[in-house]
Structures are given as structure tokens and as C-alpha cells.
């Protein structure tokens, strides 16, 4: 906080120059919008893949083909299935798990039951870590806010002493902590736009394997009853 | 069992490495933008320079004109050079010359065997005319005498003239000598000449080069002396506008402090029959726009009933007048009023 009228502004002397609470929120909002972009670059992937998986297998599934062959082929690739594939699996893999002559409602019951758990199941990893975007993208503002108010308040303090105040006292300082708000922003916006985006394709997904399930189940039923 | 188990089917994240170098990657390119990209202000506008700019444009200009003069006299410069290449032209002719002085020794080398046979001449013909005989003889012998005479005398003649043709000879090759030496001295002073016209021409190249080294100098000087007589007029132009603005702004203040007195003035109603002048003496706080913060009494007139009028009439004249340059209001800022019972 010198108070000479020619400052370097530059980005690096600001944040070098700034005091330790702010340098250290600026070091924590780095972390988090670098692992903030990491899970947006990694819930994108995911999310692609799975609508793509579930794309192919939905065509496969309603071109007619044989569900034990389409088992057996799950089964066998399973480092490669999607999840409507192993929603599929578990369902048709609990359905023929049964003998011949059981209840057929019985049957279908712990059938969509099996199916339901792998729903959940995969869900849940769908979901994963959108939970922390929008975290990144609520919290980061004001822990970026929280720099720049600490900062305008030591640039503010520094004035007390001088006699005759002008905005070049001031100016550095709220610059520097302005920088903390700013990178606050940086971390909240990606997270917040992701947040949003991979909300809605993982409940676009969640229906169409609702929906799948109820099909499925259908299938069986009728399949049981010939 | 196991390989129906919903459980064994493992999660396979794709590209979540790519995710984390993508994710840097962002990062690294906006701290680049803001280290590059954003012109952060480093250096703030001085607000003397564009002073001093807009005081100085005659001088500014003014410097150009020399300039060009210094300029001129530079060109002139291959112009005396191109009489130089031509210089040496004229010596190139100088050598063939030379040449044809080198055949003339040889010639005169060829002469002196011509003398030899001239001798060899001379003594065969004098055993010939030691010969005694008889009278008979006599006649014949003077006649032989005789053409022997007429002989000698031809002999003496064609010595002679042998002799003069030698001589001539001497005298054409001592011509010949002479005028090579002639010819070789004209050289000499022609190549003396020429040197001392070369000399003369580098001395005269010299003395531009040196006249236009003075002028550039005396160019240069004058820049400095016209650029530091502006630096003075501008200076004094400064010091004088400052000294206009001083005394403006101190007429201001005066006339605006006046103004205040008179309106308070105006306002007091005086309470009557007071003895003598009192003085009551006010502190006033004032805000931008002529507003009456404060009032406070720093000095009693001693008659509280005049006390109280001022200030009433301190409160009841606001807005007070004020300058429209808002600069000169940390004048007013705090203002001590003296009112006079009796003006």
C-alpha cells in the first residue's frame, strides 16, 4: 500500500503487492475454478458419451434384436456399456433369473425393482460432482467479495494517516482488490452456465430412462405371459 | 452371480485427463489475456506535458524551417564529389606518355657505331699519300697531289660535312634530349600542377566541409538560442499568466468576502444605542454551494443583544455568495467574520 503517485499497475505487481488475506483468497479461488473447469471439461465428456450410448442403444433395442443375445453382449463389454445398457442388464438379468413357474407379478416386481437400483445407481454418477459446480458457482463470489472488501478496507485504513486524500492513495489497492472479485466471477460464471446445462441433460436422461424402464418392463410382461 | 451384479459394472470416465489439461489450458490462456491482453494503466497521464504543449506551438514550428537549411547544405556534398571521380581521368593519358620517351635512349645508343666507320675512313687514304716517286712522277704525282688534294678536300668536305651531319645529329639527339627533358619537366609541372590542383581541391573541399560543419554548428546554435528564447517567453508567459491568476484569484477572494460581509451587513438588525464600535467576531463553517454549517463566536463584542443580531444575520443571509470556481472554496471553507456595530 505505497502511496507514491507513479504505481506500476500492472496484473502481477497487483496481486504481488496485495496483503496476505487477499493474495490467500486469490490463491483459493484459483483452486477452485481450476477444479471447477476440471469437472466442467469431465461432466461434458461423460455427458456426451452416455447420451451417445444411450442414442445407440435405444436404436439397437427397438430394431427388434434378441434381449439374450443384447444381454449377453453387455455382459460381455461391460467396460464399454452405457447406462441405459446396464439398466437393461440388471433388468432382463433379474427377470430370467427366475424360474419358469413363478408369480408373474412377483416377477416383474423384483424385475423393476432390480431395474430401479441400477437407475439410482447410475444417476447418482451422473450427477456426481454437478453438486460442486453449483457450489463454485454460488459460493465464489463472495469469497472473491470477501478479498475485495478486506482489501478496500486496509486501502481505506492507509488513508487515516495522510493528511490530504486522494483517489491515487486509494486507487491500488482497490484495484488489487478488485482482482480478487474479479477471479471470484472467472470461477462462478463457467460453473454456474455448466451447472445449469448438465442439470438439464442429466434430466433429460433421467427420463428417457424412466420411460425405458416402464417399456422395458412391458417387453418382459409380455414376454412372460406367451 | 457375479457377472450379472449391476455392481461389477465399473464406471469408465472417458478423457478425464484431457478434462484436466483442457481445464489449465483455460486458465493459462486468461491469465495470459490479463497479462497481455489488458493495457493496465502503467504509467499515469501527466497533465504538465500537455501545459507546456499547448504554450509552445511557434517554436515547434519554427525549429522545422532551420532544419531545412541544415538539410541543404548537406546535399551540395555529392556535388563535389562527382568533380572528383573526373580527376583522375586526366592522369590516365599521363602514362602513355612515358612511353614513348623510353624508345628515344636507344636511338642515341644507335648513333655512336656511325662514328666508327668515319675513323676507319680517314686513316686508309693517308698511307696513300706518303708514297715518294720521279719527277714524271711529279706531274702525275701533283696531279695526284692535286686530286688527292681535291680528294682531301672532298674527304675534308665530306668530313665535314660528315662532321656537321654528326653535329647536327648531336644537335637533333641534344634537341631530342632537350625537349624529352622539356617534355619531362612539363610533365613534372603538369603532375605538379595537377597535385597541387588536387591539393588545392582538397584543401577547398576542406574548408566547405569545415564552412558547413560551421553552419551546421551555427544552425544548431541558433536552435538552442531560439528553443531556450521560447523556453524564456514561455516561461515568462507562465509566470506572468500565474501572476494574472494569483492576483484573480486573490481578487476574488476579496471581492467575494466583501460580498459576504455586505449581505450579512444587511441582514443584522442592529440593536440601538450601543456605546462605542463594537466588534463581534464569528467562525464560520461553510459547504459547497454557499450553506452555513457552523457558526460560532470566537470573539464577544461584549453586548450579547449584537452577538445575537450577527448571528441571526449570519444564518438568515445563507446562501452566502460564493465564487462559481469551485477551486477557491477551500477558502471559504472556514471564514472569520468581523462585524462593526458602526461601518
Known amino acids: ?226 | 452371480m457375479s457377472s450379472s451384479d449391476p455392481r461389477n459394472f465399473p464406471h469408465s470416465e472417458p478423457r478425464s485427463l484431457l478434462a484436466g489439461v483442457l481445464a489449465v489450458l483455460v486458465h493459462v490462456l486468461f491469465i495470459a489475456f490479463l497479462i497481455f491482453g489488458v493495457s493496465w494503466k502503467d504509467h499515469p497521464p501527466e497533465g504538465m506535458v500537455v501545459d507546456i504543449w499547448t504554450e509552445l506551438p511557434k517554436p515547434i514550428q519554427a525549429p522545422p524551417k532551420q532544419s531545412k537549411p541544415v538539410q541543404e547544405p548537406v546535399k551540395p556534398e555529392p556535388e563535389p564529389s562527382k568533380p572528383e571521380p573526373v580527376k583522375p581521368e586526366p592522369p590516365k593519358p599521363e602514362p602513355p606518355k612515358p612511353e614513348p620517351v623510353k624508345p628515344a635512349p636507344p636511338k642515341a645508343a644507335v648513333t655512336p657505331p656511325v662514328k666508327k666507320p668515319d675513323i676507319a675512313m680517314k686513316e686508309k687514304p693517308e698511307p696513300v699519300k706518303e708514297k715518294p716517286d720521279l719527277e714524271a712522277q711529279k706531274k702525275k704525282e701533283q696531279e695526284q697531289e692535286r686530286i688527292k688534294e681535291q680528294e682531301r678536300l672532298k674527304e675534308l668536305e665530306k668530313q665535314k660535312e660528315l662532321e656537321k651531319k654528326k653535329e647536327l645529329e648531336k644537335k637533333k639527339e641534344l634537341e631530342k634530349q632537350k625537349e624529352l627533358e622539356k617534355q619531362k619537366e612539363l610533365e613534372k609541372q603538369k603532375e605538379l600542377a595537377k597535385q597541387k590542383e588536387v591539393e588545392k581541391q582538397k584543401a577547398l573541399e576542406k574548408q566547405k566541409e569545415l564552412q558547413k560543419q560551421k553552419e551546421q554548428e551555427l544552425a544548431a546554435q541558433r536552435q538552442r538560442e531560439q528553443e531556450a528564447k521560447a523556453q524564456r517567453e514561455a516561461e515568462a508567459q507562465r509566470a506572468a499568466q500565474q501572476a494574472a491568476a494569483k492576483n484573480q484569484v486573490t481578487n476574488e477572494i476579496g471581492k467575494y468576502k466583501a460580498l459576504i460581509l455586505a449581505k450579512i451587513r444587511s441582514r443584522i438588525v442592529m440593536p440601538p444605542d450601543l456605546p462605542g464600535n463594537p466588534v463581534a467576531e464569528f467562525s464560520v463553517t461553510l459547504l459547497p454551494g454557499g450553506d452555513i454549517l457552523d457558526v460560532k463566536l470566537s470573539k464577544s463584542s461584549g453586548h450579547s443583544s449584537f452577538d445575537s443580531a450577527v448571528e441571526r444575520a449570519i444564518f438568515l443571509s445563507k446562501p452566502l455568495p460564493l465564487p462559481p470556481d469551485p477551486g477557491l472554496f477551500n477558502e471559504f471553507r472556514n471564514l472569520n467574520i468581523k462585524v462593526h456595530y458602526h461601518e
Open chain 1, 1 to 226: 500500500m505505497s502511496t507514491t503517485v507513479t504505481q506500476d499497475m500492472s496484473f502481477l505487481h497487483l496481486i504481488t503487492s496485495a496483503s496476505v488475506l487477499v493474495q490467500l483468497v486469490m490463491l483459493i479461488l484459483m483452486l477452485i475454478s481450476l477444479s471447477s473447469w476440471w469437472f466442467i471439461f469431465r461432466k461434458l465428456f461423460v455427458i456426451r458419451y452416455e447420451i451417445k450410448k444411450t442414442d445407440d442403444f435405444e436404436d439397437i433395442f427397438w430394431r427388434g434384436v434378441d434381449l439374450n443375445a443384447l444381454h449377453q453382449r453387455i455382459i460381455s463389454s461391460r467396460y464399454e456399456s452405457g447406462s441405459l445398457e446396464r439398466i437393461f442388464a440388471a433388468g432382463f438379468g433379474e427377470f430370467t433369473k427366475h424360474p419358469a413357474g413363478t408369480d408373474l407379478e412377483a416377477v416383474m416386481e423384483s424385475t423393476r425393482r432390480a431395474m430401479r437400483a441400477t437407475y439410482q445407481r447410475e444417476m447418482d454418477y451422473l450427477e456426481s460432482h454437478l453438486s460442486f459446480l453449483a457450489t463454485v458457482g454460488s459460493v465464489s463470489p463472495y469469497i472473491g467479495l470477501f478479498g475485495t472488501v478486506w482489501g478496500i478496507m486496509n486501502s481505506f485504513r492507509s488513508l487515516s494517516s495522510v493528511t490530504q486524500a486522494t483517489i491515487a492513495h486509494v486507487a491500488p489497492g482497490i484495484a488489487e482488490a478488485l482482482i480478487a472479485t474479479a477471479m471470484g466471477l472467472f470461477a462462478a460464471i463457467p460453473a454456474v452456465v455448466a451447472y445449469n446445462r448438465y442439470a438439464s441433460r442429466t434430466d433429460q436422461l433421467a427420463t428417457r430412462f424412466e420411460s425405458f424402464m416402464e417399456e422395458l418392463s412391458n417387453v418382459l410382461q409380455r414376454r412372460a405371459a406367451e
